[in-house]
């Protein structure tokens, strides 16, 4: 077998690799016109495909850039809203206290004014009723006074002008007694 392809190669016949001239001729020809074919086709149409993807890639980037502008610019009004709510809140806060205050020393000034009107009322109440037992303790002292004396003089003392000037000396008499005593302490 060795023998046949030396002897085919010494004949000088055609190499089987390299391919014949009308072969490699038709070839360029296919390839040409592939070539054509995909310059004036397919590259143009995948250069607009490329070119549209491109344009929408840096369309979505710039949209991208303004949104985040905008989100920034959002970002920093909520942050001037948020710190003049916190101003807000502390002055309404402020208010609320000082007028807490108010109310307070209002309520204690009414108290002590009602505090006082009782008591005023009540000292007058009680000096109202001192008086009343006062007249009605002379009544019954002149009366005791009357029939003491009755009895001591056996005298009846039957005119009033008379026994009531006797009670308001007995009266007089025990009072300023009673304003010694209190002056000799």
Known sequence: MLKSVVIAAAEGSHNPLIPEWPDIIGALIC???ILFFFWKLVLPRMKKLLDERAEAIEGNIEKADEAQRKAEALLEEY???LADAR????KIRETARTDGQKIVAEAREAAA????RVTAQAQAQLEAE???ALVQLRGEVGSLAIDLA????REA?????????IVD???????ADEQKAGSGN
């Open 31 to 33: 390839f040409i016109i």
């Open 79 to 81: 942050t001037a809203q």
């Open 87 to 90: 101003a807000e809140a502390g």
């Open 113 to 116: 004014t009602e505090a006082a």
């Open 130 to 132: 001192r008086q009343t």
């Open 150 to 153: 009755s009895t001591v003089v």
């Open 157 to 165: 003392l039957d005119e009033d002008k008379r026994a009531q000037a």
């Open 169 to 175: 000396r007995f009266l007089a008499d025990l009072e």
